[in-house]
């Protein structure tokens, strides 16, 4: 499977709120730090918090959530509201707590991510149903069980993260090649917009 196309700065600029900030280098990974689980445990209680019951769910995901593995050291969360394409229920709450809006996908799942406070924080905001979440999950769930596939992950991760990469998206997306083979290796399909319960 080859990568996807990098995307251009048009699209960078109509996918982030402000200006896109240049990495122009490398990825920079961390070893696996246990104080990863503390720093998200933190923000799970901020944005308990400043929502209340319109929390539906909130987890970590991404790498620093799975034991072991190298990662950037950001945490990454999953949030689902009751429709993410509705800023104003979400949006005033969080940004009162300090996050701050970066990311608005209306076409990629009404998708939206904020960044932390104080600590280096992606904040995914997505609606309830929508099956990327369940993948994100699963993905997680997988790599704590597969020592082999976070070693064939991490090893991925480390080959892209020395090439030299204009935005930390392209990076990212780059690394969704190896995410969707282990998902499938894994017996986790590829999502497809007839089977995601949210807006596409």
């Known amino acids: 499977?080859?990568?996807?196309?990098?995307?251009?700065d048009a699209e960078m600029d109509a996918m982030v709120v402000?200006?896109?900030?240049?990495?122009?280098?490398?990825?920079v990974l961390a070893e696996y730090d246990q104080s990863w689980s503390s720093l998200y445990?933190?923000?799970?209680?901020?944005?308990?918090?400043s929502l209340g019951n319109q929390v539906l769910l909130v987890e970590h995901v991404g790498s620093t959530s799975v034991p072991g593995i190298?990662?950037?050291p950001r945490i990454d969360i999953v949030l689902t509201v009751s429709d993410s394409s509705d800023e104003p229920s979400y949006l005033p709450a969080?940004?009162?707590a300090g996050y701050i809006l970066r990311v608005r996908?209306?076409?990629w799942h009404e998708h939206r991510c904020f960044n932390g406070p104080d600590v280096d924080v992606?904040?995914?905001?997505?609606?309830?149903?929508?099956?990327?979440?369940?993948?994100?999950?699963?993905f997680r769930d997988h790599l704590r069980r597969s020592a082999e596939d976070r070693a064939r992950y991490e090893q991925a991760k480390r080959?892209?993260?020395?090439?030299r990469w204009k935005y930390t998206q392209h990076y990212a997306d780059a690394k969704s090649v190896v995410v969707e083979e282990i998902l499938v290796n894994a017996g986790i399909g590829p999502l497809t917009p007839e089977s995601c319960g949210c807006a596409n």
């Open 70 to 72: 190298a990662a950037k």
């Open 159 to 163: 080959a892209l993260a020395a090439r």
């Open 105 to 107: 996908e209306p076409d």
């Open 18 to 27: 402000g200006k896109p900030e240049v990495l122009d280098g490398h990825i």
């Open 41 to 49: 445990a933190a923000e799970e209680a901020r944005v308990r918090a």
């Open 1 to 8: 499977m080859s990568e996807p196309p990098m995307r251009t």
């Open 94 to 96: 969080l940004e009162g």
């Open 122 to 138: 992606n904040l995914h905001v997505f609606s309830d149903g929508c099956l990327e979440v369940a993948r994100m999950q699963a």
